[in-house]
């Protein structure tokens, strides 16, 4: 028998980690989100190229960050984790399966 899901509103949930941003990280390019009161351009795609990158730390930084969730399918989340982490940011590499199953 297959599970019904429930839809929740985003107001009944509880925000865990208030300076997080989140980076979708591919070969070509990075969209990174960060909350929208911290910029009035809240989503931005990068270049993986390593200027940009460093652009990409910089900004997380100017905008309070502290908490970076990041999915990738392949290796290409390895050197954003070694920038994010050099800036004193806690990466965290998530699972994309799972969220995208509930799409």
Same mark, same amino acid.
């Given at each position: 028998?297959?599970?019904?899901?429930?839809?929740?509103?985003?107001?009944?949930?509880?925000?865990?980690?208030?300076?997080?941003?989140?980076?979708?990280?591919?070969?070509?390019?990075?969209?990174?989100?960060?909350?929208? +009161?911290? #910029?009035?351009?809240?989503?931005?795609? $990068?270049?993986? $190229?390593?200027?940009?990158?460093?652009?990409?730390?910089?900004?997380?930084?100017?905008?309070? %960050? #502290?908490?970076?969730?990041? +999915?990738?399918?392949?290796?290409?989340?390895?050197?954003? $984790? +070694?920038?994010?982490?050099?800036?004193?940011?806690?990466?965290?590499? %998530? +699972?994309?399966?799972? %969220?995208?199953?509930?799409?």
């Amino acid at each position: 028998m297959k599970q019904k899901h429930r839809i929740t509103s985003l107001d009944t949930l509880a925000c865990i980690h208030p300076n997080a941003a989140g980076l979708d990280i591919g070969s070509r390019e990075i969209w990174a989100s960060v909350p929208s +009161e911290r #910029d009035p351009e809240a989503v931005r795609r $990068f270049s993986t $190229f390593t200027p940009d990158l460093k652009r990409l730390v910089a900004w997380l930084v100017s905008c309070r %960050v #502290d908490t970076v969730a990041m +999915e990738s399918t392949g290796v290409y989340w390895i050197p954003v $984790f +070694e920038l994010l982490e050099g800036a004193g940011l806690d990466a965290q590499l %998530v +699972e994309p399966r799972p %969220v995208s199953a509930t799409r």
